[in-house]
């Protein structure tokens, strides 16, 4: 793309007017759309309200893009290349749409901000599925406060950031689901998920996710609230520096399985897996599972409650060290039908 000759060259400024009304008076109800276009310049639609759906297919916006508090019925860059050397290749901070497609594309950018941020926006979907965001200074993701009517697609997703906040930051947000399956999320000094305080109107999908990330859990789901059920089957949490998954006060509605290979490797004096606090209404299953911390407890389970069965079979294993013991405080009260491994 970067390799494009003036051909395939728009300028910003051009589609920025095409959606103000000044060059298109009546414009098609099937909006702007292109393919495989190059952008020169950073896009500027901040606070734009417009009817017009904005579609750029596989096209590269060597300037990015920025939508700050912009309304638009739908946006999709999907397959597209957005860089920024000092802001965000996609800054959409409060942005309004019925559906945000970046699903295929890559991001690059190397800010604070973070490489994609929409902290604050209202969607009805929002598909980031088998993109690529990379931020060496911040989060690759930044959707702290965010709401998703739908969905969130992140499954496949390839995701590098850094910084204390979290690689792909979720916290305080509402979605309606939220799918990582297969996505690989790596945090460079904090998180590869942060999620605290996130609340998923129904289930939440980690199967065969891998989370790696350093500080307090490669994966934070403090304070957060899930109203279906928690899957991390084949997922793989590392931390070098402290929990695998951290989740004090962790609300599932219905189950958690963390099973059929499930990996989880801490280093530290909190639990691998940090449960303390949580309440799960259905099974929590571990069958199969692998939880490893060298220096301290495997499973940390303080005041853990769950409706139904607590399974640690099935090849189950945990190994911890210093004075705690591998698998440590569980609250027998509120655990009903218990089998231990």
């Known amino acids: ?66 939508a700050r508090g912009a309304r638009l019925p739908l946006l999709s860059v999907a397959g597209s290349l957005l860089e920024h050397r000092s802001e965000p290749a996609l800054y959409a901070a409060r942005f309004s749409a019925s559906a945000l497609f970046l699903d295929r594309a890559t991001f690059i950018a190397s800010c604070e901000n973070g490489a994609v941020r929409v902290a604050g926006a209202h969607l009805g979907q929002l598909d980031i599925y088998d993109a690529v965001l990379r931020n060496d200074c911040g989060p690759a993701l930044s959707a702290e406060g965010a709401q998703v009517e739908e969905v969130l ?34 945090g460079e000094y904090g998180p590869a998920l942060n999620a605290n305080g996130l609340q998923v109107d129904h289930d939440v999908d980690l199967r065969e996710f891998t989370a790696i990330g350093g500080g307090i859990g490669a994966v934070r789901l403090t304070g957060a609230h899930i109203g279906g059920s928690l899957e991390c089957d084949e997922a793989e949490f590392r931390n070098d520096s ?7 006060r962790l609300q599932v509605d219905q189950s958690m399985f963390l099973r ?29 599972a692998d939880l490893r911390n060298d220096p301290g407890p495997a499973l940390d389970a303080y005041s853990l409650q769950v409706g139904q069965g ?28 218990a089998r231990p491994g």
């Not at 906040?165 to 999320?185: F, I, R």
């Not at 402290?242 to 004090?248: K, T, W």
């Open 153 to 186: 697609y992140l499954n496949g997703l390839d995701a590098m950031g850094a910084g204390r906040d979290g690689a792909v930051v979720l916290a305080n947000s509402h979605l309606g689901g939220l799918n990582c399956s297969k996505a690989t999320l790596r």
């Open 242 to 248: 402290g929990p695998a998954l951290y989740a004090d």
């Open 260 to 288: 059929h290979g499930f990996t989880a490797i801490g280093n530290g004096g909190y639990g691998t897996v940090y449960l303390v606090g949580a309440h799960i209404g259905g099974h929590l299953d571990c069958t199969t």
């Open 310 to 337: 607590m399974y640690l079979g099935g090849g189950f294993t945990a190994s911890g060290g210093g004075k705690a013991v591998a698998v440590m405080r569980v609250q027998r009260s509120g655990l009903r039908r």
């Open 1 to 66: 793309m970067r390799g494009w000759d003036v051909s395939r060259t728009i300028r910003a400024s051009v589609l920025r007017d095409i959606l103000r009304g000044r060059i298109v008076q009546d414009p098609d109800p099937h909006g702007l759309r292109l393919r495989g276009a190059r952008v020169t310049g950073r896009l500027d639609l901040e606070y734009l309200a417009s009817s017009i759906f904005v579609e750029l297919i596989d096209c590269f916006l060597d300037g990015g893009l920025t």
